[in-house]
């Protein structure tokens, strides 16, 4: 080979090696570049790693930190609790699933005084034998084993009931045990001897209230009776006085004694009834009556009253409604008597109206809405709920003319409550007033209540009326079947109305001048026609001078109506011969009354009736002569000396045996309540209050000796 070829082959491989060497640099410089970048990478990592630990290193430090304080807390809070349960008076234990002691306060421990064996690790069935054999608690007569055995039946039940036990000192401790999901249980044992002590002197208090409260009964009746025995003196002569011969100035005197007492027995009765209320002894006695009838009374009572004023009373009771129900009849007499008795004291002039409205609750009760509407001086709107208050009248110039105890319309309201029933009031003053309640009532189931009726014998009824408060009459008179032609001139009157008539109605007052007018109309016209007045004053009635007139007392009840109605209509019936009848014996009653005035009031006030009276001392002398005499009947006072009411009563009961019962009323002045049942309880037959009023005695003899009506 040449030297050139040799030349150029070192020249080319030189080359060669050079073009590797510099690929091979290429190699490394990519490489080492890459070993650098992750190099850096590594760093980066690395770097991040080290925050990431110095991070965590700080987190825990915090947390490591945070724990000690929250644990520092908790030991705080721990020994807080702890301290104010050892603080505490009341006994604190913690039990486990096994019964044992984990922890209990001093008060829980000092029970036990100095019993080491009392603390944590100690058994539930250890501490109950430690109490009774070291006599810690007072288990009375029951033996130890039963008690333990008690109180571990107790101590096992998922919910044990808080029970009372009494230590040896006798403080009383009141427990509570509590068991929580896994078994635990939480017992605590609260110190309650003062509050056993405090209620102990409020059973004393109570004991003494209530002894207080029969001592103020006791005084509140003995007072009643006390007063009620000579006021039947003062009453009942004054009474008797009014129907002997008096000049006007000794009627006035006699008239005003009459009234004066009757006040003072208005004002007992709300004194009593109120104490009765307010001590909720009030008790109702539920009997059948006729509503009907009650109210009428009432207003028969008041009539004089408002006569004396001019007054007009007036009865508007919805003829839809029943009337025989079962209530108490006294106490609804009493409600209405106060609101009628209102009523008239505070109305100058005009008219005071009773209404009675109702709707059916069932088939056995009515919902009956009684209402008293009066033409009075009025309260103002400001001063209405004042008027049911204890002792309240409303105060102004109009009112302090009228005298009064306060209490009735807070014993009326009271007495509705009572009954289940609603009171209430609207009143304008100068214009007016009208109280109201409702009231639930039984509907009689016994009684028949289909109302009379006239029928097809009275053709055709002239009602003669004055005023609008008349149409009632037209109404009543054709709800009852009556075919009515109704005038309210009776200058319009004229012989073809009287003619068309079989009865002419009116109810014009002998008081109003179209009263005259009438009568004067009708002699006119020479009228046959029967008249039935409708009056309160039945005594104006036969100085009409009219021929076949009838009266009939107003108010009047729809029986009164009808009866009226078909007896004037109806022609008589020639009166047919009868034998004379055999003069029956007289009757013979007997009064057992100790007080001489008393005896004298009962003597006069019967002295006009054919009757054989004998008086009775005292209960020795009743019983005695009931043997002897054998009386129709024996009014019988209930307090008197060494032998009373009550006793000679069974003494008289016991004598007769299984025979008749002779009727003995009891007459006394004893009026609390359950005076009534516990007398009628000893065997009397009935009930008569002082002041005796004639009409009540006349009433009862007339019920219980019918015969006396034959030697009357």
Same mark, same amino acid.
């Given at each position: 080979?040449?030297?050139?070829?040799? %030349?150029?082959?070192?020249?080319?491989?030189?080359?060669?090696?050079?073009?590797?060497?510099?690929?091979?640099?290429?190699?490394?410089?990519?490489?080492?570049?890459?070993?650098?970048?992750?190099?850096?990478?590594?760093?980066?990592? #690395?770097?991040?790693?080290?925050?990431?630990?110095?991070?965590?290193?700080?987190?825990?430090?915090?947390?490591?930190?945070?724990?000690?304080?929250?644990?520092?807390?908790?030991?705080?809070?721990?020994?807080?609790?702890?301290? !104010?349960?050892?603080?505490?008076?009341?006994?604190?234990?913690?039990?486990?699933?096994?019964?044992?002691?984990?922890?209990?306060?001093?008060a829980y421990l000092a029970v036990f005084e100095d019993l080491e064996e009392v603390q944590p690790g100690i058994t539930y069935p250890r501490i109950l034998q430690l109490?009774?054999?070291?006599?810690?608690?007072?288990?009375?007569?029951?033996?130890?084993?039963?008690?333990?055995?008690?109180?571990?039946?107790?101590?096992?039940?998922?919910?044990?009931?808080?029970?009372?036990?009494?230590?040896?000192?006798? =403080?009383?401790?009141?427990?509570?045990?509590?068991?929580?999901?896994?078994?635990?249980?939480?017992? &605590?044992? %609260?110190?309650?001897?003062?509050?056993?002590?405090?209620?102990?002197?409020?059973?004393?208090?109570?004991?003494?209230?209530?002894?207080?409260?029969?001592?103020?009964?006791a005084f509140l009746a003995n007072m009643s009776h006390e007063i009620r025995t000579p006021m039947n003196g003062v009453v009942g002569m004054a009474d008797l006085l009014?129907?002997?011969?008096?000049?006007? =100035?000794?009627?006035?005197?006699?008239? +005003?004694?009459?009234?004066?007492?009757?006040?003072?027995?208005?004002?007992?009765?709300?004194?009593?009834?109120?104490?009765?209320?307010?001590?909720?002894?009030?008790?109702?006695?539920?009997?059948?009556? @006729?509503?009907?009838?009650?109210?009428?009374?009432?207003?028969?009572?008041?009539?004089?009253?408002?006569?004396?004023?001019?007054?007009?009373?007036?009865?508007?009771?919805?003829?839809?409604?029943?009337?025989?129900?079962?209530? @108490?009849?006294?106490?609804?007499?009493?409600?209405?008597?106060?609101?009628?008795?209102?009523?008239?004291?505070?109305?100058?002039?005009?008219?005071?109206?009773?209404?009675?409205?109702?709707?059916?609750?069932?088939?056995?009760?009515?919902?009956?809405?009684?209402?008293?509407? @009066?033409?009075?001086?009025?309260?103002?709107?400001?001063?209405?709920?004042?008027?049911?208050?204890?002792?309240?009248?409303?105060?102004?110039?109009?009112?302090?003319?009228?005298?009064?105890?306060?209490?009735?319309?807070?014993?009326?309201?009271?007495?509705?409550?009572?009954?289940?029933?609603?009171?209430?009031?609207?009143?304008?003053?100068?214009?007016?007033? $009208?109280?109201?309640?409702?009231?639930?009532?039984?509907?009689?189931?016994?009684?028949?209540?289909?109302?009379?009726?006239?029928?097809?014998?009275?053709?055709? #009824?002239?009602?003669?009326?004055?005023?609008?408060?008349?149409?009632?009459?037209?109404?009543?008179?054709?709800? %009852?079947?009556?075919?009515?032609?109704?005038?309210?001139?009776?200058?319009?009157?004229?012989?073809?109305?009287?003619?068309?008539?079989?009865?002419?109605?009116?109810?014009?007052?002998?008081?109003?001048?179209?009263?005259?007018?009438?009568?004067?109309?009708?002699?006119?016209?020479?009228?046959?026609?029967?008249?039935?007045?409708? !009056?309160?004053?039945?005594?104006?009635?036969?100085?009409?001078?009219?021929?076949?007139?009838? $009266?009939?007392?107003?108010?009047?009840?729809?029986?009164?109506?009808?009866?009226?109605?078909?007896?004037?209509?109806?022609?008589?019936?020639?009166?047919?011969?009868?034998?004379?009848?055999?003069?029956?014996?007289?009757?013979?009653?007997?009064?057992?009354?100790?007080?001489?005035?008393?005896? &004298?009031?009962?003597?006069?006030?019967?002295?006009?009736?054919?009757?054989?009276?004998?008086?009775?001392?005292?209960?020795?002398?009743?019983?005695?002569?009931?043997? +002897?005499?054998?009386?129709?009947?024996?009014?019988?006072?209930?307090?008197?000396?060494?032998?009373?009411?009550?006793?000679?009563?069974?003494?008289?009961?016991?004598?007769?045996?299984?025979?008749?019962?002779?009727?003995? #009323?009891?007459?006394?002045?004893?009026?609390?309540?359950? @005076?009534?049942?516990?007398? &009628?309880?000893?065997?009397?037959?009935?009930?008569?209050?002082?002041? &005796?009023?004639?009409?009540?005695?006349?009433?009862?003899?007339?019920?219980? $000796?019918?015969?006396?009506?034959?030697?009357?």
């Open positions: 080979m040449s030297l050139a070829n040799k %030349l150029a082959e070192e020249r080319r491989a030189r080359l060669a090696a050079e073009r590797l060497l510099e690929l091979k640099q290429a190699e490394l410089f990519a490489a080492n570049r890459k070993l650098g970048n992750h190099a850096q990478k590594l760093s980066n990592e #690395i770097v991040e790693t080290r925050a990431e630990v110095a991070m965590v290193r700080g987190e825990n430090q915090r947390v490591k930190t945070e724990l000690g304080v929250a644990n520092e807390k908790i030991q705080i809070a721990e020994r807080r609790l702890w301290h !104010s349960i050892e603080t505490i008076q009341d006994g604190f234990a913690f039990f486990d699933a096994d019964n044992r002691m984990i922890v209990a306060n001093r109490l009774t054999e070291e006599g810690i608690v007072n288990i009375g007569d029951e033996r130890p084993a039963d008690w333990r055995a008690r109180m571990q039946d107790r101590w096992q039940q998922d919910d044990p009931q808080p029970m009372e036990i009494q230590l040896w000192n006798g =403080e009383h401790v009141r427990i509570f045990d509590r068991r929580g999901p896994t078994g635990d249980v939480v017992s &605590l044992a %609260l110190n309650i001897t003062s509050s056993v002590r405090y209620e102990e002197q409020l059973h004393d208090a109570r004991e003494r209230a209530e002894a207080a409260n029969r001592a103020k009964s009014t129907e002997t011969d008096l000049d006007p =100035e000794q009627r006035l005197f006699v008239e +005003t004694i009459k009234h004066s007492g009757e006040a003072l027995l208005v004002i007992i009765n709300d004194v009593l009834d109120y104490s009765k209320i307010d001590a909720d002894k009030l008790v109702l006695h539920p009997e059948p009556f @006729d509503l009907e009838k009650t109210l009428q009374e009432v207003v028969m009572l008041l009539q004089p009253s408002a006569q004396a004023k001019g007054l007009a009373l007036t009865i508007d009771y919805d003829l839809n409604q029943p009337t025989k129900f079962v209530a @108490d009849p006294g106490r609804i007499r009493q409600i209405v008597t106060n609101l009628m008795g209102n009523a008239v004291k505070f109305t100058l002039e005009g008219h005071v109206q009773l209404r009675v409205a109702g709707e059916p609750v069932s088939e056995a009760e009515t919902k009956l809405s009684i209402t008293v509407e @009066d033409t009075g001086i009025g309260i103002d709107a400001d001063k209405v709920d004042h008027v049911f208050g204890e002792f309240n009248q409303v105060e102004d110039d109009r009112n302090r003319q009228f005298e009064g105890t306060g209490l009735g319309l807070t014993i009326t309201k009271r007495l509705v409550e009572l009954m289940g029933g609603k009171i209430w009031v609207t009143s304008e003053a100068g214009v007016g007033s $009208c109280f109201g309640f409702s009231v639930t009532l039984a509907v009689d189931p016994g009684a028949s209540e289909t109302a009379p009726i006239l029928g097809a014998a009275i053709q055709s #009824i002239l009602v003669i009326e004055g005023d609008t408060t008349e149409t009632s009459l037209s109404n009543q008179i054709r709800a %009852l079947g009556g075919k009515i032609e109704s005038i309210s001139d009776p200058a319009s009157l004229t012989s073809e109305h009287v003619g068309r008539a079989n009865l002419i109605v009116t109810s014009i007052e002998a008081s109003s001048p179209m009263f005259a007018a009438t009568v004067d109309t009708l002699k006119h016209l020479k009228s046959t026609t029967p008249v039935v007045f409708l !009056s309160s004053d039945p005594g104006h009635i036969a100085e009409t001078g009219l021929p076949n007139i009838h $009266c009939l007392q107003n108010p009047y009840t729809r029986t009164d109506l009808i009866e009226a109605v078909l007896k004037s209509a109806r022609p008589s019936e020639p009166e047919k011969a009868t034998p004379a009848p055999v003069p029956p014996s007289l009757p013979k009653v007997l009064l057992a009354e100790d007080n001489r005035t008393n005896q &004298l009031v009962f003597r006069k006030m019967i002295g006009k009736l054919q009757i054989d009276l004998a008086i009775a001392n005292d209960g020795f002398e009743a019983v005695t002569a009931f043997e +002897t005499d054998a009386p129709d009947i024996i009014f019988m006072d209930i307090s008197m000396p060494g032998m009373d009411g009550k006793e000679a009563t069974a003494r008289i009961r016991q004598l007769e045996g299984a025979g008749p019962n002779v009727p003995i #009323i009891a007459v006394t002045a004893h009026a609390m309540d359950g @005076d009534r049942d516990m007398i &009628l309880k000893a065997g009397l037959t009935d009930y008569l209050t002082k002041p &005796l009023r004639k009409d009540a005695l006349l009433e009862k003899l007339e019920l219980y $000796c019918p015969q006396l009506q034959l030697a009357s």
